[in-house]
């Protein structure tokens, strides 16, 4: 059974840096796409970041680039995101999700991790 576990959240004023963190159990993760997606109140869940397992391809969305930086660590089934340069709209509810291969959608979700960026 895949589980993933997200750590790391927590209150940052704006300016600040976080780095999640994601626990990938269950499964040979080799080939997988991991995610990272966030959902704030009253808004539609958002793509962050991705990355292949094997580290060799990252994705990015518009609100991630160049202040956000995903990561893995495959002797760990560890996936991060360095979070830097917060600002208080990056404040959601921060979740990590892996897509298997050949897959489209990401079928594993975590539980979140809730992010808060004061002014």
């Known amino acids: 059974q895949v589980q993933l576990v997200e750590s790391g959240g927590g209150l940052v004023q704006s300016g600040g840096s976080l780095r999640l963190s994601c626990a990938a159990s269950?499964?040979?993760?080799?080939?997988?796409?991991m995610g990272w997606f966030r959902q704030a109140p009253g808004k539609v869940r958002e793509f962050v970041a991705a990355i292949r397992w094997s580290g060799d391809s990252t994705y990015y969305g518009d609100s991630a680039k160049d202040r956000f930086t995903i990561s893995s660590d495959n002797a760990k089934n560890m996936v991060y995101l360095q979070m830097n340069s917060l600002k208080p709209e990056d404040t959601a509810t921060y979740f990590c999700?892996?897509?298997?291969?050949?897959?489209?959608?990401?079928?594993?979700w975590g539980q979140g991790t809730q992010v808060t960026v004061s002014s």
């Open positions: 269950g499964r040979t993760f080799s080939r997988y796409r």
């Open positions: 999700a892996a897509r298997e291969p050949g897959s489209i959608d990401y079928r594993y």
